[in-house]
């Protein structure tokens, strides 16, 4: 909660600039003063405006280099909608023109795995911070266009819970230990040390373990009910190697056991039965525990980028209450992403001189690669935005 609090703390910084910069209006009476310029005696006009962007997702979001595809449409977000957020404000004075915009949306889903993982918590946050400049370029009695520069600032914060199944474990470490008792006996009775037993262990911990954590998590990471990345694609090579690290040491620990025996003279192989037998339900137990604590933990990445862009925002009056907005944005040049780009088309009705209403859609598409992250997706859909202006 601290981490989004700050956020849009910060957020709410950029989003007031314009407001700060305008200022109220000043008037000089003094006779002394030389006249105002044509920009000079132009106030200032603010617009404050709330965009109700109503998006779907599609494209893939990458973790560490295992790959979602996205394609969550805009029911899919809205039943899991946490929170939502957005405001826009801009400046306006003569030619010259200062604005920003925050959208910020919550997103949590749970999941039921059934298996070594009951259940999963999944959450995703998206900041989304615009700020720039324009400069009116052409200004006619019904239409205008303005050239626009500034940077998109994108913060994405993804969280997964994992939530162990306790009982699917201890039976899952008892089921693996009995599996490779047999195995476990002939190739003690033979050498211990020979690099084929602990092969043979490795092809069983992925037949009895590893397959059975990984085949449903997979299928829901891979097409997510909500545009988050799968943080938990790596849990199947993690767990292998931490249980292959557990039959290490236990190998070690059976055969100091199993060279005791030999040196006291006992018979070798009921010797070497009763040592494994009094050593499965120990092993599956200790195995079952750190099972329980590595599939029982959350797994969190954050991650930001700036996106500086340059684009033309153009308006049509067809009369005093109905008119088009259009603007188009292309950036990122590899500062942030390889490729950012941006649309937005909007009909608007003047319902009073200060009141508007503006229906339109909205496509925002970002190729995003760094730091274990791939977030090439495309965010579109409806936008519904009511605003006043003063």
């Known amino acids: 909660m601290s981490r989004i609090v700050n956020q849009l703390f910060i957020a709410t910084i950029f989003l007031f600039a314009p407001v700060l910069l305008a200022g109220p209006e000043t008037y000089d009476t003094s006779k002394e003063a030389?006249?105002?310029?044509?920009?000079?005696?132009?106030?200032?006009?603010?617009?404050?405006?709330?965009?109700?962007w109503l998006a779907s997702t599609n494209g893939t979001i990458g973790v560490r280099g295992v790959d979602a595809d996205i394609d969550v449409p805009v029911t899919e977000v809205l039943q899991h909608l946490d929170l939502m957020l957005a405001a826009r404000v801009e400046a306006q004075k003569g030619p010259f023109g200062i604005y920003s915009e925050l959208i910020y949306i919550g997103l949590s889903d749970v999941a039921q795995i059934n298996g070594l993982i009951n259940n999963i918590h999944e959450t995703m946050d998206l900041f989304y911070v615009d700020g720039g400049l324009s400069w009116r370029l052409i200004n006619q009695p019904r239409w205008s266009l303005d050239l626009a520069?500034?940077?998109?600032?994108?913060?994405?914060?993804?969280?997964?819970?994992?939530?162990?199944?306790?009982?699917?474990?201890?039976?899952?470490?008892?089921?693996?230990?009995?599996?490779?008792?047999?195995?476990?006996?002939?190739?003690?009775?033979?050498?211990?040390?020979?690099?084929?037993?602990?092969?043979?262990?490795?092809?069983t911990i992925k037949a009895d373990i590893i397959n059975r954590i990984g085949n449903a998590l997979d299928r829901h990471e891979s097409r997510p009910d909500i545009p988050i990345g799968p943080l938990g694609g790596r849990i199947r090579e993690e767990i292998a190697q931490r249980v292959e690290h557990f039959i290490e040491l236990k190998k070690a620990e059976l055969r100091a056991r199993i060279d005791a025996l030999v040196e006291r003279g006992l018979d070798r192989r009921a010797a070497v039965d009763r040592v494994v037998n009094e050593a499965k339900a120990r092993i599956a137990n200790q195995l079952a525990v750190r099972l329980n604590k590595r599939l029982s933990q959350t797994i969190a990445r954050d991650d930001y980028f700036f996106d500086p862009y340059v684009?033309?925002?153009?308006?049509?009056?067809?009369?005093?209450?109905?008119?088009?907005?259009?603007?188009?944005?292309?950036?990122?040049?590899?500062?942030?992403?390889?490729?950012?780009?941006?649309?937005?088309?909007?009909?608007?009705?003047?319902?009073?001189?200060?009141?508007?209403?503006?229906?339109?859609?909205?496509?925002?598409?970002?190729?995003?690669?760094?730091?274990?992250?791939?977030?090439?997706?495309?965010?579109?859909?409806?936008?519904?935005?009511?605003?006043?202006?003063?």
């Open 311 to 390: 684009g033309l925002r153009g308006r049509y009056n067809f009369n005093k209450t109905f008119y088009t907005a259009v603007r188009g944005e292309i950036g990122g040049f590899g500062v942030g992403a390889d490729l950012m780009w941006q649309v937005e088309a909007a009909v608007g009705i003047n319902l009073t001189r200060s009141i508007f209403t503006e229906v339109g859609y909205r496509a925002l598409g970002v190729d995003y690669e760094n730091d274990g992250l791939l977030f090439d997706a495309i965010m579109h859909g409806p936008q519904i935005t009511t605003g006043i202006t003063f």
């Open 149 to 203: 520069a500034g940077t998109h600032y994108t913060n994405i914060y993804e969280q997964l819970e994992l939530h162990s199944g306790p009982v699917a474990i201890q039976q899952a470490s008892e089921r693996f230990v009995n599996n490779i008792a047999d195995d476990l006996r002939s190739r003690l009775d033979q050498d211990i040390s020979n690099s084929e037993f602990l092969e043979a262990l490795k092809s």
């Open 34 to 52: 030389p006249p105002p310029t044509i920009t000079q005696s132009e106030p200032w006009h603010l617009t404050i405006a709330i965009p109700g």
